[in-house]
T-cell receptor, first 113, second 112 residues
Framework: GENVEQHPSTLSVQEGDSAVIKCTYS??????FPWYKQELGKGPQLIID?????GEKKDQRIAVTLNKTAKHFSLHITETQPEDSAVYFC????????????FGTGTRLTIIP | DTAVSQTPKYLVTQMGNDKSIKCEQN?????MYWYKQDSKKFLKIMFS???????INETVPNRFSPKSPDKAHLNLHINSLELGDSAVYFC???????????FGSGTRLTVV
């Protein structure tokens, strides 16, 4: 089955700087890669996703890049703000009709004011 | 107007008891899931239902029994609760087209 590794497990960034979180996946059949943000006491919330036919996707301060050959994808947050502090999860799945998301182990991002 | 709602939000119970967690989604999604998040924040799939039919069962002990009375509801019943069942349980749903999951806010189960 799919295995997703995520690094780093914790990340502290000065407000205004950029943050990068990286994930690798094992199943070359995976074709969908979402990122979720989980705030304290809440469920994970989808913030951006990318499919395997695209190399990069951007939404305001958030971008995701995908390298299918190397089987890794990354989340980039620019101009970080205190409200970006949360746990971020990457995930991978393949579209089979019965797809399930396999999650990475999470990154606790702390923005230092 | 909550999209995916779970009840209860907190559940504290003694070992050996039987408990249920309820989940409802008003998004019109066909597929629903139960995920378990352990103390290290790791999210692991437990079950998936598509239009009331079980499609994924990830080697979960048979003390856990999901039930889907209709495609908007997916409940989780747990028999003979054990200390190791303590975790946060998340319900999620997904539309037929598209892969984006919508998660509920979770149920924190504590077994004492």
């Amino acid at each position: 089955g799919e295995n997703v590794e995520q690094h780093p497990s914790t990340l502290s960034v000065q407000e205004g700087d950029s943050a990068v979180i990286k994930c690798t996946y094992s199943d070359s059949a995976s074709n969908y890669f979402p990122w979720y943000k989980q705030e304290l006491g809440k469920g994970p919330q989808l913030i951006i996703d990318i499919r395997s036919n695209v190399g990069e996707k951007k939404d305001q301060r958030i971008a995701v890049t995908l390298n299918k050959t190397a089987k890794h994808f990354s989340l980039h947050i620019t101009e970080t703000q205190p409200e970006d502090s949360a746990v971020y999860f990457c995930a991978a799945s393949w579209s089979s009709g019965n797809e399930k998301l396999t999650f990475g182990t999470g990154t606790r991002l702390t923005i230092i004011p | 107007d909550t999209a995916v709602s779970q009840t209860p939000k907190y559940l504290v119970t003694q070992m050996g008891n039987d408990k249920s967690i309820k989940c409802e989604q008003n998004l019109g999604h066909d597929t629903m899931y139960w995920y378990k998040q352990d103390s290290k924040k790791f999210l692991k799939i437990m079950f998936s239902y598509n239009n009331k039919e079980l499609i994924i069962n990830e080697t979960v002990p048979n003390r856990f029994s999901p039930k889907s009375p209709d495609k908007a509801h997916l409940n989780l019943h747990i028999n003979s609760l054990e200390l190791g069942d303590s975790a946060v349980y998340f319900c999620a749903s997904r539309p037929v087209t598209g892969n984006g999951y919508t998660f509920g806010s979770g149920t924190r189960l504590t077994v004492v």
